[in-house]
């Protein structure tokens, strides 16, 4: 059990951050974040070094917040913790979703960051985000880092198992998608789908990296489409009727 002194320091520590200012509704406005919906949530703001406005983005377990992940609206470097060193990183971003009986026909959606997830979540309320991003290597299931890296599922557990339905929004790149491949192999493939990202207008070679580069790049409607259009992961011995040779008349 903490003592006093350790339980002093994590409400310092929480009360150093304050209440959303205009300057980052603003900025989450001009990336196609809601801020009613971002002040709602519980989205704070902290002062950064030099009188920078940071983003104080909310962890919370059973509606009470227990840490905050802080870094800059735009760009995500640098990144830290407030709050809780117990419970930080341990648990999904808007993790008390999955309690939410209200929502339990809906697909839930993982994307890799909460900005992502902010975005989606206006339009999708079943949605999360891993705490920590991706990974550049896989981690193998019988790997020893796969506890901790993965300790955020661990712990929703038993959340999990009733899902029937996850589609996996991580990004489109590299880490993104290694990331994608070990939450199927942890979650079971044959209830994840993945999303495909559009190519950019500047540059049909390149698609966008993220359901938020999509958004500020061709509106809100974009987000049902990604989404609508995910693809079933694949499972091997799983075929759709359109990939079966025809039948012998």
């Given at each position: 059990?903490?003592?006093?002194?350790?339980?002093?320091?994590?409400?310092?520590?929480?009360?150093?951050?304050?209440?959303?200012?205009?300057?980052?509704?603003?900025?989450?406005?001009?990336?196609?974040?809601?801020?009613?919906?971002?002040?709602?949530?519980?989205?704070?703001?902290?002062?950064?070094?030099?009188?920078?406005?940071?983003?104080?983005?909310?962890?919370?377990?059973?509606?009470?917040?227990?840490?905050?992940?802080?870094?800059?609206?735009?760009?995500?470097?640098?990144?830290?913790?407030?709050?809780?060193?117990?419970?930080?990183?341990?648990?999904?971003?808007?993790?008390?979703?999955?309690?939410?009986?209200?929502?339990?026909?809906?697909?839930?959606?993982?994307?890799?960051?909460?900005?992502?997830?902010?975005?989606?979540?206006?339009?999708?309320?079943?949605?999360?985000?891993?705490?920590?991003?991706?990974?550049?290597?896989?981690?193998?299931?019988?790997?020893?880092?796969?506890?901790?890296?993965?300790?955020?599922?661990?712990?929703?557990?038993?959340?999990?198992?009733?899902?029937?339905?996850?589609?996996?929004?991580?990004?489109?790149?590299?880490?993104?998608?290694?990331?994608?491949?070990?939450?199927?192999?942890?979650?079971?493939?044959?209830?994840?789908?993945?999303?495909?990202?559009?190519?950019?207008?500047?540059?049909?070679?390149?698609?966008?990296?993220?359901?938020?580069?999509?958004?500020?790049?061709?509106?809100?409607?974009?987000?049902?489409?990604?989404?609508?259009?995910?693809?079933?992961?694949?499972?091997?011995?799983?075929?759709?009727?359109?990939q079966l040779a025809p039948l012998p008349e």
């Amino acid at each position: 059990m903490p003592n006093v002194g350790q339980q002093n320091a994590k409400q310092n520590s929480l009360n150093e951050v304050k209440e959303i200012s205009e300057t980052i509704c603003r900025q989450l406005e001009d990336r196609g974040i809601s801020s009613e919906m971002a002040v709602k949530f519980g989205v704070a703001s902290k002062k950064g070094t030099g009188g920078s406005e940071l983003v104080a983005l909310p962890y919370k377990l059973q509606g009470k917040t227990h840490s905050y992940k802080i870094r800059p609206v735009n760009g995500k470097n640098p990144c830290f913790w407030s709050g809780s060193e117990d419970e930080r990183g341990k648990h999904f971003f808007n993790v008390d979703c999955l309690n939410d009986p209200s929502l339990s026909d809906y697909p839930l959606i993982i994307t890799e960051g909460e900005m992502d997830c902010l975005t989606i979540l206006p339009h999708y309320p079943k949605c999360v985000s891993v705490p920590n991003g991706a990974n550049l290597k896989s981690i193998p299931i019988d790997d020893e880092r796969n506890n901790t890296a993965f300790e955020y599922l661990n712990n929703a557990l038993e959340q999990l198992r009733e899902v029937k339905e996850i589609i996996l929004a991580t990004d489109g790149d590299r880490s993104g998608r290694t990331l994608a491949k070990d939450l199927a192999l942890r979650l079971g493939r044959p209830r994840c789908r993945w999303v495909k990202y559009p190519y950019k207008d500047s540059d049909q070679s390149e698609r966008c990296k993220d359901i938020n580069e999509c958004v500020n790049l061709y509106g809100d409607k974009v987000i049902k489409e990604v989404i609508e259009n995910a693809e079933w992961w694949s499972v091997s011995g799983v075929y759709r009727v359109g990939q079966l040779a025809p039948l012998p008349e």
